[in-house]
């Protein structure tokens, strides 16, 4: 394998920087109320499934009495 210096892998860093498409202010605000949306759903939806186990774990317990 060929040795990089240090200012050579500096330099590809530059260049591959300036490839990068960044995203527009909006398209990030965007994805982060997308990903604020859907971890509330799956917050509700784990909590509706948590509560349903819950109640038939309590209700097969109050039969073994």
Do not use: H, Y
């Not at 490839?19 to 994805?31: F, I, L, Q, S």
């Not at 109320?33 to 309590?58: C, K, N, P």
């Amino acid at each position: 394998m060929a040795k990089t210096t240090p200012i050579e892998f500096l330099n590809q860093v530059k260049t591959e920087t300036k490839k990068v498409v960044w995203p527009t202010r909006r398209e990030t605000v965007m994805t982060g109320v997308m990903v604020v949306v859907m971890t509330t759903i799956l917050a509700i939806f784990f909590l509706a499934v948590d509560s349903f186990f819950e109640t038939l774990v309590r209700t097969l317990l109050s039969l073994a009495k």
